[in-house]
């Protein structure tokens, strides 16, 4: 099991960037691929990037056209995802979640959930 807990949400001007972090408990971090997804109000959680445990394979949602970019330090058992060029659609809470060694953008296979950081863009 893994406990996954995010953070560097917050509020953002269109066209700023942030970075969010996930610190993971646990020696076997290494093991996993991690995601982010993302939830905006009224809206079903989305898929916004995966990588593998080895941190060698990445995958993005079509949607963010190279605005973001998913990262780990595995030393530190952290993922991040920086978000560059942020716009008001981006507004949401975002989640970070842990699931096999291989990287998915398939919400039931991922396994463990962090409870989510609200990121907002204003106009």
């Known amino acids: 099991q893994v406990q996954l807990v995010e953070s560097g949400g917050g509020l953002v001007q269109a066209g700023g960037s942030l970075r969010l972090s996930c610190a993971a408990s646990g020696r076997s971090f290494r093991n996993y691929a991690m995601g982010w997804f993302r939830q905006a109000p009224g809206k079903e959680r989305e898929f916004v990037a995966g990588?593998?445990?080895?941190?060698?394979?990445?995958v993005y949602a079509d949607s963010l056209q190279g605005r973001f970019t998913i990262s780990r330090d595995n030393a530190k058992n952290t993922v991040y995802l920086q978000m560059n060029s942020l716009k008001p659609e981006d507004t949401a809470v975002y989640y970070c979640?842990?699931?096999?060694?291989?990287?998915?953008?398939?919400?039931?296979?991922?396994?463990?959930w962090g409870q989510g950081t609200q990121v907002t863009v204003s106009s």
């Open positions: 979640a842990a699931s096999g060694l291989f990287v998915t953008s398939t919400r039931s296979e991922y396994d463990y």
């Open positions: 990588l593998n445990a080895r941190g060698s394979s990445s």
